[in-house]
């Protein structure tokens, strides 16, 4: 299984513990919002992990991949609150298939605002 087999694997089981054990140890997270990269594997997975809840529902589905020798990018679409939101996760993987960069772009401008929000919100309620 590839490292974006697993990912995938993930988006559908929602297993905290696949995630955990997808990450590198050094993983680094970059977030729309957020101006620094986070890193860390335990920051990483916190962000994820965060991320599969607000925008993991039954309405979030993959539109688009393009990948590479190491990576993907992934087109995503959901909606929340009335507010179609559509991004990208350009995800890194080493040779283990671990992930070793994860970053998410995301537009339109209201739908980043409400991310903020919401992201803040679940960050906040897992410390």
Do not use: C
Not at 92 to 115: C, Q, Y
């Amino acid at each position: 299984m590839t490292g974006l087999d697993s990912w995938y694997s993930f988006m559908k089981s929602h297993d905290s513990k696949a995630l955990w054990e997808l990450l590198h140890p050094d993983a680094v997270f970059e977030s729309p919002v957020v101006h620094s990269p986070q890193r860390g594997r335990d920051i990483t997975f916190k962000y994820l992990a965060s991320a599969e809840k607000v925008l993991g529902g039954p309405g979030f589905i993959y539109v688009g991949e393009w990948t590479s020798a190491n990576g993907a990018v992934l087109e995503f679409k959901t909606m929340i609150d009335g507010i179609e939101i559509n991004g990208v996760d350009i995800i890194t993987f080493d040779a283990e298939g671990r992930i070793t960069n994860f970053k998410v772009m995301v537009r339109p401008l209201k739908a980043i605002n409400m991310l903020h929000r919401l992201m803040a919100e679940q960050l906040a309620a897992q410390s």
